[in-house]
C-alpha cells in the first residue's frame, strides 16, 4: 500500500474485495468506465495505478468461472505482491486460473507461491501480458515492472477480441510445459535446451555444415539414400568429415545405402584404416528403414534432422524441406539411440553375412564331401562286388567233384569252405555299407505290402537251420499274433535275420544255446495295430549301459566272442533305419535277464507307413 502510494499519491483504494464493489466508476483523464455497462461492446485505454487497478480487481469480482492469464516472467511478482488477496478470494469463490509465464531462477519464489492457487505452465521467452475474463472479457498490459501495479490498461469486452486472444492462449497454453517440470530444472541444475523447427532450406544447409565444422569429439551422420550421400558429397559434406576425422582426430561414423560406385568412393578414402572414420553400409535386406530423412548427431550435444520433400533432386535446397534442430537433451538421446540401434543391426547383419559366407563355403565343402563319399561308396560297391562274382562262382566250381574231375581231400575242402565264407562275409560287407549309406540319405527302397506273419518267421528259421543244427542251438518260434503286418517283407526279413545271426553268434555251442522268435500283440503301446517282434536268447547278454550306443555305427560289444567272430557293427544300424523307415521302434529290453532280447514294433495297418514314405519322397 505503502507503494502504490508512492506511485501515485492520490491512490488511496483499500485492496480487498468488497459487498459494494458492484458499481465502480472510474473518472481519469476524461475517460469514464462503469463495470455495471457489459452489455455494450467497447474497447477502452486507462493509465494511473489506481485506475488499472480498480479495473483489475472489479472485473476480477464480476468473474463466474474462470480466468487465463498470459504473462512475461515480471508477472508473478505483480500478482503476489499486488493482488494475490483478490485472487485467493476468486479462487474460493470457484473461480479457476490459468497462469501462463516464463519462470526464471529471478522469480521462483513467487511463481511457486502462484503454484499454489492456480494451474502454472512454463513457456521460454513469452512476452505480453493479458487475461480473459469468463470468454468475455480481456485485460492488457504492454509493460510490467517486477513488484509495481500496472500503470497502463487495456480493456475490451469486443467478443470477436476476447475470442482472438483467447485463441491466442490456448495455443501457447498447449505449447507450454507443467511448472513443477521447470521449477525442478532450475533448482535440479538441468538444461533440457532449445527444440527449433527451420523452413529455410539455405539456412538448414548452413547449420548442417557448420555443426560438423564446429564439432569437437564426434559426428554421427545417417543418409537415407544414395542420393542424398551425393547431394551431401556434393556439398563437401563427406569431406569436411574425413578431415574432421584427419586433422582433427573426431570420431566420425556413417550410415548410408550404398551401390558399386559408393562402395568404390569409400574405398578411395585410403586413411579410413588409420583416421577414426567409419563408413558402414545400410543393405535393403537389413529391414531398416529411415524414410528420407538425413540425421546428424554432434558431440551427443546436438542433433539436425533434415527432411527431404525431393530424394529425385541433385540440388540439396530442391531435395530439402525442413528440418528440426535441437540441443534438448532427451531430444539429442533419442536420435543418438536410434543411430547406434542402426549401427548395431548392420553390424549383426555384416556378422551374418560373414557367417553366411562362410557357411556357404562350409556347405560347399560338404556337398564336395558328400559327393566324394557317394562315388567313393559306388567305387567301392563295383570294385569289390565285380571280383566276387567270378570267385564265388570259382569256388562253387571247385566244390563240384564232377567239374573239377578229382576228390577233394579233407585239407582242399577245408580250405575252399573258408574261401567260401570269407567271400560271403565280403559281400555281406558291401551290401551293409551299401544299406547304411542309402539310408542315410533316403534312398533305401522299400516295397510295402500286407506279409504273413507266420509264413515270414518260418521262413527265417528255415534258412538257418543248416547253421543251428550244425552247432546244436535250439531255434525256435511262439507267434501269438497270427495274421498280417504292412511291410516290406525282403527288408524285415533282413531285419530278423540280422538279430537271429547275432543271437547264434554269442549263445553257447554245446547244445545249451537257445533262441526264440516271439510275436505279440503290443499291449504295452498306445497304439492297439502295432505287433511287437521279440528275439530273446540265453547269450552273453549285453550290458544296459551300453543300449544307447548299441545302434550306432561300427559300435561293437567288447566281448572276446565280439572279437572271434568280427562283423562290421553296422547290422543293428541297418535294422534300426528300416524300422524306424516303417513307422515302428526297435530297442534292446534292458529288464530282460539271462541274456540278451531286442524287441521291435510293426504296424498291421497301412496308412501310417505310407505317410511315412510320402515324407521320405
Not at 66 to 76: E, I, L, M, N, W
Not at 179 to 206: C, F, H, K, N, Y
Not at 414 to 437: C, E, F, P, S, W
Request: with cysteine; charged share 25%.
Amino acid at each position: 500500500m505503502k507503494q502504490l502510494r508512492e506511485q501515485d499519491p492520490q491512490f488511496t483504494i483499500d485492496l480487498g474485495l468488497s459487498d459494494e464493489c458492484n458499481h465502480l466508476e472510474v473518472e481519469r483523464s476524461g475517460l469514464t468506465f462503469c463495470s455495471d455497462d457489459l452489455t455494450s461492446e467497447q474497447t477502452e485505454v486507462f493509465t494511473g495505478y489506481e485506475n488499472t487497478t480498480k479495473i483489475v480487481l472489479q472485473v476480477l469480482s464480476n468473474s463466474k468461472y474462470k480466468c487465463d492469464s498470459c504473462t512475461d516472467s515480471s508477472a508473478p511478482s505483480v500478482s503476489i505482491e499486488i493482488f494475490q488477496k483478490a485472487i485467493e478470494a476468486a479462487r474460493n469463490r470457484g473461480i479457476s486460473f490459468k497462469y501462463l509465464t516464463e519462470i526464471t531462477p529471478n522469480n521462483l519464489s513467487y511463481c511457486k507461491q502462484l503454484s499454489k492457487f492456480t494451474e502454472l505452465r512454463h513457456l521460454d521467452g513469452i512476452k505480453g501480458n493479458f487475461s480473459i475474463y469468463d470468454d468475455r472479457v480481456y485485460l492488457a498490459s504492454a509493460t510490467l515492472k517486477e513488484n509495481q501495479s500496472i500503470f497502463q490498461l487495456i480493456y475490451s469486452n469486443v467478443s470477436t477480441i476476447v475470442e482472438q486472444q483467447q485463441y491466442l492462449f490456448e495455443t501457447l497454453w498447449n505449447r507450454a510445459i507443467p511448472s513443477e517440470v521447470r521449477i525442478r530444472e532450475i533448482e535440479e541444475d538441468i538444461i533440457l535446451g532449445a527444440t527449433q523447427v527451420i523452413q529455410v532450406p539455405s539456412r538448414i544447409l548452413e547449420m548442417f555444415i557448420n555443426l560438423v565444422k564446429q564439432a569437437k569429439e564426434e559426428v554421427l551422420l545417417v543418409l537415407p539414400t544414395i542420393n542424398a550421400f551425393y547431394r551431401e558429397e556434393r556439398l563437401g559434406i563427406i569431406r569436411l568429415l574425413k578431415e574432421a576425422a584427419l586433422s582433427r582426430n573426431i570420431n566420425v561414423r556413417i550410415l548410408t545405402p550404398t551401390n558399386d560406385d559408393i562402395e568404390q568412393k569409400i574405398s578411395n578414402i585410403v586413411e579410413l584404416e588409420q583416421a577414426k572414420l567409419a563408413i558402414r553400409p545400410i543393405e535393403r535386406i537389413t529391414g531398416v528403414t529411415i524414410t528420407t530423412v538425413t540425421i546428424v548427431v554432434i558431440d551427443r550435444k546436438e542433433s539436425l534432422a533434415i527432411e527431404k520433400i525431393d530424394d529425385s533432386k541433385d540440388n540439396f535446397l530442391e531435395a530439402t524441406g525442413s528440418a528440426t534442430y535441437s540441443n534438448s537433451e532427451p531430444t539429442v538421446l533419442s536420435y543418438l539411440s536410434i543411430f547406434e540401434s542402426l549401427w548395431q543391426q548392420t553390424e549383426l547383419y555384416m556378422k551374418v553375412k560373414e557367417a553366411n559366407r562362410q557357411l556357404e563355403h562350409a556347405n560347399e565343402q560338404l556337398l564336395a564331401t558328400e559327393r566324394a563319399k557317394e562315388e567313393f561308396i559306388s567305387m567301392i560297391s563295383h570294385e569289390l562286388k565285380t571280383p566276387l562274382v567270378p570267385l564265388k562262382g570259382y569256388v562253387q566250381m571247385l566244390q563240384r567233384p564232377k567239374i573239377m574231375r578229382a576228390e577233394l581231400n579233407e585239407l582242399q575242402k577245408n580250405a575252399i569252405g573258408a574261401m567260401d565264407r570269407n567271400i560271403a562275409k565280403l559281400q555281406t560287407l558291401v551290401d551293409d555299407v551299401m544299406d547304411v549309406y542309402k539310408l542315410d540319405i533316403g534312398k533305401l527302397k522299400f516295397s510295402m505290402t500286407d506279409t504273413d506273419i507266420t509264413k515270414m518267421v518260418n521262413g527265417i528259421i528255415a534258412e538257418l537251420r543248416p547253421l543251428v543244427d550244425r552247432k546244436r542251438i535250439d531255434l525256435k518260434e511262439d507267434i501269438k499274433a497270427n495274421g498280417t503286418v504292412f511291410c516290406d517283407p525282403n527288408r524285415i526279413e533282413q531285419v530278423l535275420f540280422n538279430l537271429v545271426k547275432n543271437s547264434i553268434d554269442f549263445v553257447p555251442d554245446n547244445g545249451n544255446g537257445k533262441i526264440i522268435v516271439r510275436v505279440q500283440r503290443d499291449d504295452n503301446g498306445n497304439n492297439n495295430d502295432m505287433t511287437l517282434f521279440s528275439v530273446e536268447d540265453n547269450g552273453i547278454g549285453i550290458n544296459p549301459d551300453k543300449a544307447d550306443k548299441l545302434f550306432q555305427k561300427f559300435y561293437q560289444i567288447d566281448t572276446g566272442l565280439t572279437r572271434r567272430h568280427a562283423g562290421t557293427g553296422l547290422g543293428l544300424v541297418i535294422c534300426k533305419g528300416i524300422i524306424d523307415a516303417h513307422g515302428g521302434k526297435i530297442w534292446l529290453d534292458k529288464s530282460y535277464r539271462g541274456g540278451a532280447a531286442i524287441k521291435f514294433t510293426l504296424s498291421q495297418k497301412g496308412k501310417q507307413v505310407v505317410e511315412i514314405e510320402e515324407m521320405r519322397a
